[in-house]
């Protein structure tokens, strides 16, 4: 079988990666395009994956627009070139829905963000299948499947993650000092435009506090305000996983990264208005996660909780404890990755 894996963002490449390797390894061949986006061509780099670059990302509505035209172009003439049997890709991933429909050849989208209402708009009525977490707050029809699990359990999932300390001295850490990740995203989605998320006071505020209680290290799409610069750290993104395992607390506006710390057993806050079903379940479920979306209030309330946890000297081993229970109650995302495509194709 022949399938086109198309990155729209860096967190795709982490997604599929494993996947990727597994079709190959069993036979299957697998194109990969990538739009360029943050660090998705360094992650690809940094894998060993060769890869067909079909656009760039672009701050505005009007630019988007028109840089969607040229991805789906470019994705078009590779497809016709390399006659995918499937072509499979991430959240909002309009490119191989939209180009599969022109070479009539099924697609596939894995898919967790339910607010993101133009992605959808675009994005669903031409892809083929839908698959969604369990936990997926929005019923979109015959074309949506759900398993259980997460996105991150597709490359954080012991079977395919082993943490590694070597990080942790690039930092001048150890493995028993307390520290505290503060990730910030950059808010330039379509989704996110009228709504804000932690305020600059709440951030100021949050490190004084947060200081206390281990060292602090910030991670941050976006330029940072000068008073914050002295906290950045700067992380290859292929190692970033590593030191989320071993964080005491992750405190931030970023969805993903809560829940990759919640898969990996370290806790999280998490402010956003929208929030997601998956991080509501790594709460109501498995006490990982954190919510809070008043945008009124996020600043306060999150720091108040953050504080909470960080008073329990045994917060990392209860958060792995919690992270056991998680596991043995999700799947092998990958595994089902590849057997859903593998048995697709036979339809």
Known sequence: M???FNMAHPGQVHLFKNAI???E????ACKITTVDKDVSLHLLKAYGFEYDVVGSAKPSLLSKATELLKIEYNLYRISRSFKPDILIGGVGNAYVAHVGKIIRKPSIVFDDTEHAKIEHTITDPFASVICTPSCYRLDLGEKQVRYNGYHELAYLHPDYFTPDPEILSELGL???DPFIIMRFVSWEASH???????TLEDKLNAVDRLKEYGRVLITSENKLPHELEEYRITVSPEKIHHLLYYATLLYGDSSTMASECAVLGTHSIFCDYAGRGYTDEEEKLYDLVYNFY???TMGKDSLKKALELLQDPGLREKGRAKRDILLADKIDVTKFMVEFVENYSKN
């Open 25 to 28: 390894g069993r036979g299957h």
């Open 294 to 296: 008043d945008e009124n």
């Open 192 to 198: 996110d435009k009228g709504h804000r998320t932690l």
């Open 21 to 23: 390797r597994t079709l």
């Open 2 to 4: 022949r399938i086109l």
């Open 174 to 176: 150890t493995e028993e």
